[in-house]
């Protein structure tokens, strides 16, 4: 059994700055990919930064300048750091990965529970 477990987020005012975690466990045998999508009210879900083990990184176009990835290969955990944070950042963050657990062949996703970031004055 995996398990996507994430903290951080809450409020913030705007130019602040949140730092969100994510911690995979579970018979986990290979993680790829982590990262986080985002949902705000009345929209589709959005990619916002994932990072393969290898260390690439992808990033959604109006974050990239201010949101920073990064992981921790040995304990599978991922952290979002969010500077500059604006009220158009709003959503419910997902954390998610790639992996593939022990005893399967093939890699699925799954999903942390979703964290709430507010930014607002």
């Known amino acids: 059994q995996v398990q996507l477990v994430e903290s951080g987020g809450g409020l913030v005012r705007p130019g602040g700055s949140l730092r969100l975690a994510c911690v995979a466990s579970?018979?986990?045998?290979?993680?790829?990919?982590m990262g986080w999508y985002r949902q705000a009210p009345g929209k589709q879900r959005e990619l916002v930064a994932r990072?393969?083990?290898?260390?690439?990184?992808r990033y959604e176009e109006a974050v990239k300048d201010r949101f920073t990835i990064s992981r921790n290969n040995a304990n599978n955990t991922a952290y979002l750091q969010m500077n500059n944070l604006k009220p158009e950042d709003t959503a419910v963050y997902y954390c998610?990965?790639?992996?593939?657990?022990?005893?399967?062949?093939?890699?699925?996703?799954?999903w942390g529970q979703g964290t709430q970031v507010t930014v607002s004055s």
């Open positions: 990072m393969h083990k290898s260390g690439t990184t």
């Open positions: 579970g018979d986990i045998y290979s993680v790829y990919y």
């Open positions: 998610y990965s790639e992996l593939t657990p022990i005893g399967k062949w093939a890699s699925d996703t799954y």
